[in-house]
């Protein structure tokens, strides 16, 4: 299993989206965790819910077994920083996100 295109660290800006996916090559079921300041640390499960910022992405290839996941996660917060995980049932793969604060500066002033 691995990260496609990996960044280590990752930096997303403050309301920007966290892409990032991973593959194997085997026929199993991948899944996404978290470990964030949200989840005090310990691995949480992300789950995509209608309506939320959350989203999942999974492609299986057959007969070869080929299996990708993607997490979108959007509107990325500060408290949103820590390590995600993809994980299957023997193995997992992990990338730390750094998310950079960012504000917008207005181009004119408007007094």
């Known amino acids: ?3 496609v295109k990996p960044y280590h ?3 997303v800006k403050s309301g ?5 996916s991973c593959e194997t090559s085997d026929r199993v079921e991948l899944r ?10 310990s691995d949480r499960s992300i789950q995509a819910l209608p309506g939320s910022r959350v989203v999942l992405q999974s492609f299986r290839e ?5 299996t990708r996941s ?12 820590g390590t995600y995980i993809c994980k299957d049932d023997t193995s ?7 998310v950079l604060y960012s504000e917008f500066t207005p181009l ?3 007094s």
């Open 32 to 41: 996404w965790l978290q470990q964030t300041p949200l989840t005090d640390w």
């Open 70 to 81: 993607t997490l979108i996660m959007r509107n990325m917060s500060l408290s949103d920083r």
């Open 92 to 98: 997992n793969y992990a990338v730390w996100v750094t």
């Open 9 to 11: 660290p990752l930096y």
């Open 108 to 110: 004119c002033n408007l």
């Open 1 to 3: 299993m691995e990260i």
């Open 62 to 66: 057959d007969p070869s077994g080929f």
């Open 16 to 20: 920007d989206a966290l892409t990032v």
